[in-house]
Nanobody, 131 residues
């Protein structure tokens, strides 16, 4: 069973940086993709960024491209840690950030930012950007 545990959230000021971590384990198939989602109060959960284990390819939503960077410690390892480095944070980045994963994929899989693309979810970590 895939397990995902997020950490690193907190309260920061606009312009500050924060790094989120997702400790992922339990992958039974060789390839997987991991993504970060966020959900602000009263809004739908939206995909922020994703990374594929097979080739390290990444994807970002437009509003965070250039400010956020996703990376992983291992490639195609049953246990992995995926980071989301968030720079130049804005108040509109305030949300609960969730880590999500899908394991039943092939090596050519291109990760996506839709909720339906993922089978496993973490509990979330709160990020608040406020002065």
């Amino acid at each position: 069973q895939v397990q995902l545990v997020e950490s690193g959230g907190g309260l920061v000021q606009p312009g500050d940086s924060l790094r989120l971590s997702c400790d992922a384990s339990g992958f039974s198939m060789p390839y997987y993709a991991i993504a970060w989602f966020r959900q602000a109060p009263g809004k739908k959960r939206e995909g922020v960024s994703c990374i594929s284990s097979s080739d390290g390819s990444t994807k970002y939503r437009d509003s965070v491209r250039g400010r956020f960077t996703i990376s992983s410690v291992n490639t195609n390892n049953p246990r992995n840690t995926v980071y989301l480095q968030m720079n130049s944070l804005k108040p509109e980045d305030t949300a609960v950030y969730y880590c999500a994963a899908i394991n039943d994929i092939t090596s050519s899989y291109v990760c996506g930012l839709g909720k339906a693309d993922y089978d496993y979810w973490g509990q979330g970590t709160q990020v608040t950007v406020s002065s």
